[in-house]
Nanobody, 115 residues
Framework: QVQVVESGGGLVQAGGSLRLSCVAS????????MNWYRQAPGKPRELVAT???????NYADSVKGRFTISRDNAKNTVYLQMNSLKPADTAVYYC?????????WGQGTQVTVSS
């Protein structure tokens, strides 16, 4: 059984940084795409960043230049380095991965940015 678990959320002041991690475990044959989504209270879930198996990346306009997604294939792990954080970045951040041609979600990790 495949599991995806996020960590690294917390409370940070505006302008600060956090690094989120997401580890996939279980019977994994391939991880095609790993994504970070976020959902703020009262808002729909939005795609923040994507990284493919070829290390191609894509970002939401709202985070470009501030967030960096990366992956460690040996550890089945994806990271989201978040710099210059703003109160508008406050949300629950979810990892989503396409593993063995099926989509898996983590439980989410809370990021709160104070002004």
């Amino acid at each position: 059984q495949v599991q995806v678990v996020e960590s690294g959320g917390g409370l940070v002041q505006a302008g600060g940084s956090l690094r989120l991690s997401c580890v996939a475990s279980g019977s994994i044959f391939s991880i095609l795409v790993m994504n970070w989504y976020r959902q703020a209270p009262g808002k729909p879930r939005e795609l923040v960043a994507t990284i493919t198996s070829e290390d191609s990346t894509n970002y939401a306009d709202s985070v470009k230049g501030r967030f960096t997604i990366s992956r460690d294939n040996a550890k089945n792990t994806v990271y989201l380095q978040m710099n210059s954080l703003k109160p508008a970045d406050t949300a629950v951040y979810y990892c989503n991965a396409l593993i063995n041609w099926a989509a898996y979600w983590g439980q989410g990790t809370q990021v709160t940015v104070s002004s």
